[in-house]
T-cell receptor
């Protein structure tokens, strides 16, 4: 059963704590992405990785960090420096970078993070 | 720079009537365009994509979209709405940059289907 898994589905955090969101894919995709979704807004890109051991900042990277030690995994850490971390976080992957503008990104089910 | 405008934040239709979700885009190059659907607390599912082949694109669940370059539009349609179509829909434009494919998302259209 191929796809993208994200865990946990719901996550609660106290202010000042770091928290790590998991994203795993078994699609053999090279590229992976993290997005943040807020109500009434489209998705905004946090970080992306085109290949193992390499990643780039997206539009809203401040307060977040990532790693890409394995092709299948792209965890996102929300640090205490992120001022407003409560949001829905979506992970995505695509076949290979940059194969052309027709690349399709496939999304995981998301993690809803709430800061208490 | 590319951008996407979804002209309606909410659309309400009766079951069995046509659906029209409007999207206009701005892009410096020949873009790829996508429509995704999101059910509550779920990830995004690809409905269809345009990649400079046929301008009328057919997707899943009876949806289709027409690329009109002269109008910079990529509206999503379905002849007959079903209750299960109630969800949020995102229009997305993709451009190839030095850092790879960059997606720009619209702010979404919430589709409500009434009996």
């Amino acid at each position: 059963d191929g796809g993208i898994t994200q865990s946990p589905k719901y996550l609660f955090r106290k202010e000042g704590q770091n928290v790590t969101l998991s994203c795993e894919q078994n699609l053999n995709h090279d590229a992976m992405y993290w997005y943040r979704q807020d109500p009434g807004q489209g998705l905004r890109l946090i970080y992306y990785s085109q290949i193992v051991n390499d990643f780039q900042k997206g539009d809203i990277a401040e307060g977040y960090s990532v790693s890409r030690e394995k092709k299948e995994s792209f965890p996102l850490t929300v640090t205490s420096a992120q001022k407003n971390p409560t949001a829905f976080y979506l992970c995505a992957s695509s076949v290979s970078p940059p194969a052309g503008v027709s690349d399709t990104q496939y999304f995981g089910p998301g993690t809803r993070l709430t800061v208490l | 720079a590319q951008s996407v405008t979804q002209l309606d934040s909410h659309v309400s239709v009766s079951e069995g009537t046509p659906v029209l979700l409007r999207c206009n885009y701005s892009s410096s190059y020949s873009p790829s365009l996508f429509w995704y659907v999101q059910h509550p607390n779920k990830g995004l599912q690809l409905l269809l994509k345009y990649t400079s082949a046929a301008t009328l694109v057919k997707g899943i669940n009876g949806f289709e979209a027409e690329f009109k370059k002269s109008e910079t539009s990529f509206h999503l349609t379905k002849p007959s709405a079903h209750m299960s179509d109630a969800a949020e829909y995102f229009c997305v434009v993709s451009e190839l940059t030095g850092g790879g494919n960059k997606l720009t998302f619209g702010t979404g259209t919430q589709l409500k289907v009434e009996l």
